[in-house]
């Protein structure tokens, strides 16, 4: 794999790929101490990059079917004088079976690749327990954040970050050439005290996601038990009428607008947030609170979630003339037009209302799909940064926008409707307006030129109340970062 195939490192670490010390050593023979799947996947990929491979098992002969041809599989100690790299990727647990080649191992470099099973599961990392074992070695951590397919596959079909820490630098860089020449990006993080990071970096599930999943779940839940009363308890109560068959779709598909119209307004209300912020204090160098900026850096994770919440609501949508019960229903209708002898229901104001709500909706789906999509780091890497913006910015909040104009069709005059008011409830879609109205409002206010002025200046370095020194020819004078010395 060229090098300009190569994708640039996501983490905020120094990468080692530009590094002229790392130039790749080809036809380096690397030793693998180990016969599990990921020995195997390693030994084929170093294989595939053109190193001389040399595999140490306890039962060479039983496991040395499982191994390419081109990889010589030896007992243990064998594959050790062989080679001056190795990798371990046996357990933690079996660390101890290799004391017995200490001598061996005298003065060659280990890369242990091995993972934990629980988050901080020991007091010291992996690495740092094989280097107590065997302090006459060099150990490097890394490889252990790619997985066996993505090994098989080459970096194609995977992260192509690998993550090296060691307190040896040499040893790094030598560990660095292998990950280079094998397709992938070595990502220096520095000394082995940041080996327990990496090890946990693969045992976390989706940590960036956990915040906006329980938000989600926890705007459906209230959501849904709101429907629920209002759909399902109030007819039962008042008109004794079981209507429970209602829950698994019409009750949820009522729900699910409401959580991805408010999940979408909770992307855009932080910026507001801030930027109401910057304005009182003047400054864009004041620290937000902990809870804003951890707001502020999960609103894509919010925005998807929102994407998911309302094609899930388009799809019950569409079913929902396929239930049984919605068969019933017109039948019943119909039975019941006829003995009233109506021949004509045709309403123009619901017809019109069906058709603009139905083609809004469609249009605010496809924006949320738009955002969707570029929110993806293929499809965002390839926009310059005012591409993106407008997409995620103006098109996002127009896609607010139309969302609250779907909303205000849906209910169109029936907030005046006092049988919408169960158990004097208002209507589900009213309390969903909050929010979004809140936002689009804030947006037309800092829209106006004299807050937006303000605020631009501000972003720029503007600060309230900071005295800056103009020297003039012939004069020195002092005003204040205001307006005067903006109009100086």
């Known amino acids: 794999m060229s090098r300009g195939d190569m994708a ?12 002229p010390s790392t130039t790749p050593a080809a036809g380096r023979t690397i030793g693998v101490l180990g016969s599990g799947d990921f020995a195997r996947s390693l030994a084929i990929r170093l294989v595939c990059s053109g190193f001389k491979v040399v595999v140490g098992s306890r039962n060479p002969k039983r496991k040395a079917s499982l191994f390419p041809s081109a990889a010589e599989v030896t007992f243990q100690a064998e594959a050790v004088k062989k080679t001056d790299v190795i990798f371990v990727a046996v357990f933690r647990e079996h660390y101890s079976t290799l004391c017995d080649l200490a001598d061996v191992l005298a003065g060659k470099i280990l890369v242990d690749v091995s993972n934990n099973t ?22 490097v951590k890394g490889f252990n954040v790619l997985s066996a397919w993505t090994l098989q596959s080459g970096a194609r079909d995977g992260n192509k970050q690998v993550l090296l820490c060691s307190n040896n630098q040499e040893a790094k860089r030598t560990v660095a050439e292998i990950a280079q020449v094998m397709g992938f990006t070595p990502v220096d993080m520095g000394c082995m005290s940041s080996a327990c990071e990496i090890e946990n970096i693969p045992l976390r ?16 839940l209230c959501f849904f038990t709101y429907n629920l009363i209002r759909q399902v308890i109030h007819p039962y109560i008042r008109e004794q ?63 998807l979630l929102s994407f998911f919440c309302a094609a899930l609501h388009a799809v019950y949508s569409f079913c929902l003339p396929m239930r049984r019960s919605h068969r019933y229903q017109l039948i019943e209708m119909a039975v019941k037009q006829a003995v009233e002898k109506k021949m004509n229901i045709w309403v123009e104001e619901e017809v019109w209302r069906m058709e603009i709500y139905i083609s809004v909706g469609i249009i605010a789906l496809g924006l949320l799909s738009l955002l969707a999509i570029t929110s993806l780091p293929s499809i965002a890497n390839s926009l310059n940064w005012r591409e993106f913006s407008f997409i995620q910015s103006t098109l996002g909040f127009i896609a607010l ?88």
């Open 8 to 19: 640039k490192p996501l983490l905020g670490h120094r990468s080692m790929e530009g590094d």
């Open 118 to 139: 629980e988050i901080n599961y020991h007091k010291e990392s992996n690495a740092e327990y094989l280097a107590s074992l065997f302090p006459a070695c060099t150990v």
């Open 401 to 488: 926008v139309i969302s609250t104009l779907h909303t205000l069709t849906y209910g169109w005059s029936r907030a005046f409707d006092e049988n919408q008011y169960k158990f004097y409830l208002p209507p589900t879609y009213t309390l969903t307006l909050l929010v979004p109205c809140t936002v689009i409002i804030a947006k037309v206010i800092f829209s106006l030129p004299c807050i937006q002025h303000r605020l631009l200046r501000i972003r720029r370095g503007w600060e309230k109340g900071r005295y800056v020194k103009f020297v003039l020819p012939g004069a020195t004078g002092e005003f204040s970062s205001g307006e005067t010395s903006s109009n100086v």
């Open 205 to 220: 599930l989706l940590p960036a996601w956990k915040i906006p999943i329980l938000l989600s779940l926890g705007l459906f």
């Open 241 to 303: 009428k079981n209507k429970l068959y209602k829950i698994p779709i019409e009750v949820v598909n009522t729900t699910l607008p409401c959580v991805a119209y408010v999940m979408l307004s909770l992307v855009y209300l932080p910026g507001v947030v801030a930027a109401c912020s910057q304005l009182y204090y003047g400054t864009k160098y004041r620290r937000f609170p902990d809870w804003l900026d951890q707001w502020l850096q999960h609103r894509k994770q919010i925005g």
